[in-house]
């Protein structure tokens, strides 16, 4: 792997709870190492395309990329668009046991207003 990717991928995984988007990651990398936005957006898709890290997609926002290969679901705060990790067991198995599909891959997103934001209306 180039020194590059690895630097990429060295920044994904120190900030996997918070899904960075390309830019994000791109700003950070960027204050230490000289790379372009081009480089960050071609490391990305190598990583992805060879299993280092995931690609979450989310409906009207940028991708973001995750540092946990294990499988997880994820709930998107509507209000601060922080993505979290959650973890719904049994998922599969069920709907592999009423439908009669062999579940092979998935990718579930939940809205949510995240904990930070709750406490911030309560206010
Ligand atoms: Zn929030
Ligand atoms: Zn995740």
């Known amino acids: ?3 590059q990717r690895q630097i ?4 994904i995984r120190e900030n996997c709870c918070r899904h960075l988007s390309a830019i994000e990651i791109f700003d950070l990398v960027r204050a230490e190492h000289k ?7 071609n490391s990305l898709n190598y990583l992805v395309d060879n299993g280092h890290i ?3 997609q989310i409906a009207g926002e940028p991708d973001r990329f995750d540092g946990n290969l294990h499988a997880h679901h994820h709930a ?10 959650v973890n ?5 198995a069920s ?4 439908y ?3 579940v092979t891959n998935f990718s579930l997103n939940l809205h949510c207003i995240c904990k930070n934001c709750q406490n911030t209306n309560a206010r």
Do not use: H
Request: net charge negative; with cysteine; glycine share 8%.
């Open 1 to 3: 792997m180039t020194k």
């Open 8 to 11: 990429i991928l060295d920044c």
């Open 35 to 41: 790379i372009s936005l081009a480089t960050v957006y």
């Open 54 to 56: 995931l690609r979450v």
């Open 76 to 85: 998107i705060c509507d209000v601060c668009g922080s993505v979290i990790d």
């Open 88 to 92: 719904v067991p049994g998922i599969i």
């Open 95 to 98: 709907v592999e046991d009423n």
């Open 100 to 102: 009669g599909v062999k």
